[in-house]
């Protein structure tokens, strides 16, 4: 009888699972983001040592790294996962194709106003999804979603396309007790020195534009807290640890009584891209773009 061999029965959700505990350098909180017990994740990971017959992380470091072995098996394994990820995403968008369902990322608010006017105004199902801020080009690239409304400034990938939906003010979250939540604007100078909130998984240009760092006055910005999303985002804010910059339509899907935006006068105004991928010829995506470019010509 053959005998198998060392993983030859690998489980890629297993792969996954990793993969997040190691983004997060905590179990608690990559249980959190894959909305399953700390228990059940140490079991699965557990799991996962068991099919390749070694440890892969350490358990005694603070943040969890990966031990040696890790090293080397998830800088094989990640691609492997990234290929079968993708194709079961191409078969998800073919089916999608074939239903004229159409797939919509977004990352806050759905682009606002600007938004639901473009998806009013489709005759395609559409579903929306919400993505990390790490995810507005990558979801679609790998098929994840048909398209995504996104904020630039954004990397270049190869096969996706952006195309301006509109343009708007940014305005800064603060506490709603602070000394400027009162005010109708400010300038960007009049925050300088405040903890700003980051995120590890977001492209560094994109974390720095939205920061406006470096500053006009020339005082370094301070990072705080690493956030991926806009609710994380405010829930920082509301604690009084750090202050977001971000689009003014983000304060019409986050009315909350502790948190105050303030629109910043002196500063570039943020755009939202709609994102899709270059050559997709499905009629739910041209319709998604149709809308777009009739709603840029009629602004």
């Given at each position: 009888m053959k005998k198998a061999r060392r993983g030859e029965d690998l489980n890629l959700r297993l792969v996954s699972s990793l993969l997040v505990v190691v983004a997060e350098g905590h179990f608690g909180r990559a249980a959190d983001r894959l909305f399953v017990t700390t228990p059940a994740l140490s079991q699965q990971i557990r799991r996962l040592e068991e099919q390749v017959g070694v440890e892969l992380v350490?358990?005694?470091?603070?943040?969890?790294?990966?031990?040696?072995?890790?090293?080397?098996?998830?800088?094989?394994?990640?691609?492997?996962?990234?290929?079968?990820?993708?194709?079961?995403?191409?078969?998800?968008?073919?089916?999608?194709?074939?239903?004229?369902?159409?797939?919509?990322?977004?990352?806050?608010?759905?682009?606002?106003?600007?938004?639901?006017?473009?998806?009013?105004?489709?005759h395609a199902e559409v579903e929306l999804v919400q993505l990390d801020w790490s995810q507005q080009v990558s979801a679609v690239a790998s098929a994840t979603v048909d398209a995504a409304f996104v904020r630039p400034p954004l990397p270049v990938l190869d096969g996706v396309v952006l195309e301006r939906i509109g343009v708007e003010p940014r305005v800064v979250a603060l506490p709603r007790g602070h000394r400027l939540a009162g005010r109708t604007s400010i300038e960007i100078s009049e925050i300088d020195g405040m903890v700003q909130v980051s995120s590890d998984g977001a492209p560094l240009e994109w974390v720095k534009w939205w920061s406006v760092d470096p500053r006009p006055s020339g005082v370094p910005v301070r990072y705080g807290p690493s956030v991926r999303t806009m609710d994380e985002a405010l829930e920082v804010v509301a604690n009084g640890r750090a202050v977001v910059i971000t689009a003014a339509t983000?304060?019409?899907?986050?009315t909350?009584?502790?948190?105050?935006?303030?629109?910043?006068?002196?500063?570039?105004?943020?755009?939202?891209?709609?994102?899709?991928?270059?050559?997709?010829?499905?009629?739910?995506?041209?319709?998604?773009?149709?809308?777009?470019?009739?709603?840029?010509?009629?602004?």
């Open positions: 350490d358990r005694s470091s603070h943040p969890v790294v990966l031990t040696a072995a890790g090293e080397v098996f998830v800088a094989d394994a990640r691609p492997a996962l990234e290929f079968a990820v993708r194709a079961m995403n191409g078969l998800d968008a073919l089916e999608r194709r074939r239903a004229r369902r159409l797939r919509i990322g977004f990352i806050n608010g759905a682009a606002g106003s600007l938004g639901r006017a473009v998806i009013d105004s489709l983000i304060a019409e899907y986050y909350r009584s502790d948190i105050s935006f303030v629109r910043i006068s002196d500063i570039e105004q943020c755009s939202i891209d709609l994102c899709t991928r270059e050559g997709d010829s499905s009629p739910a995506v041209i319709e998604l773009r149709k809308a777009v470019a009739a709603l840029g010509a009629g602004r």
